[in-house]
């Protein structure tokens, strides 16, 4: 019988201490990676959020640079067509949709 509580992987006893820690580290690095690769839009807005001074100067310089590169190449047409598709379904008449009724509270269930 299989219990639904049991842990889905078998994890060795010995295991190499430090192993869990290189893995965590390793797929935040390769997360971090790839959205710097195919969002540069959003490093860019989130550097020209931060507050003024010198050093957002020169990060907004980067930023602005490396998505411009990014764009040329191609990496940001991912990000810009899910923009288009979210921008096209804002547009769109939902005609026919029907009002969400809600219940009424003080009605008794049966």
Do not use: C
């Not at 201490?17 to 710097?36: E, K, Q, Y």
């Not at 490093?43 to 050093?55: A, F, H, M, Q, Y």
């Amino acid at each position: 019988m299989h219990d639904p509580y049991e842990f889905p992987a078998d994890v060795a006893d010995d295991a190499e201490p430090g192993a869990a820690l290189r893995w965590t580290a390793g797929v935040i690095a390769l997360a971090t990676l790839g959205l710097a690769l195919l969002n540069p839009g959003a490093i860019d807005s989130w550097v020209n959020d931060l507050p003024p001074g010198p050093l957002t100067v020169r990060l907004a310089t980067a930023t602005d640079a490396w998505q411009a590169a990014a764009n040329h190449v191609g990496l940001g047409a991912g990000h810009a067509g899910m923009h288009a598709a979210w921008k096209a379904a804002e547009r769109t008449d939902w005609s026919g949709r029907q009002p969400v009724e809600m219940a009424d509270a003080s009605a008794p269930t049966s």
